[in-house]
């Protein structure tokens, strides 16, 4: 069953992460890369959590950088 729970653990290690360590939370984010590539229904699954990232006040420049390019990959 593709419900996002996998999505859900990993954004909020990212966003917890995030605050100690940018960089890593920044080479994490990069797990969302396959992002541009999955079917509109898995992206609308991804999509919210991506999302969620990016609205995270005080989200490292790195972070969001990474998951802003995920978010707006124009093939």
Same mark, same amino acid.
């Given at each position: 069953? /593709?419900?996002?729970? &996998?999505?859900? =653990? =990993? ?7 995030? $605050?100690?360590? %940018?960089?890593?939370?920044? *080479?994490?984010? &990069?797990?969302?890369?396959?992002? %541009? /590539?999955?079917?509109? +229904?898995?992206?609308?699954?991804? *999509? %919210?959590?991506?999302? /969620? #990232? =990016? $609205?995270? +006040? &005080?989200? $490292?420049?790195?972070?969001?950088? #990474?998951?802003? /390019? ?6």
């Amino acid at each position: 069953m /593709k419900d996002g729970s &996998g999505y859900s =653990l =990993l954004t909020d290690f990212i966003l917890h992460i995030d $605050s100690i360590n %940018p960089h890593t939370a920044a *080479r994490m984010s &990069g797990a969302f890369k396959l992002f %541009p /590539k999955l079917n509109q +229904e898995s992206q609308a699954i991804m *999509r %919210p959590f991506l999302e /969620k #990232i =990016l $609205s995270q +006040e &005080g989200l $490292s420049k790195n972070t969001e950088e #990474i998951v802003d /390019k995920i978010l707006n990959y124009h093939n």
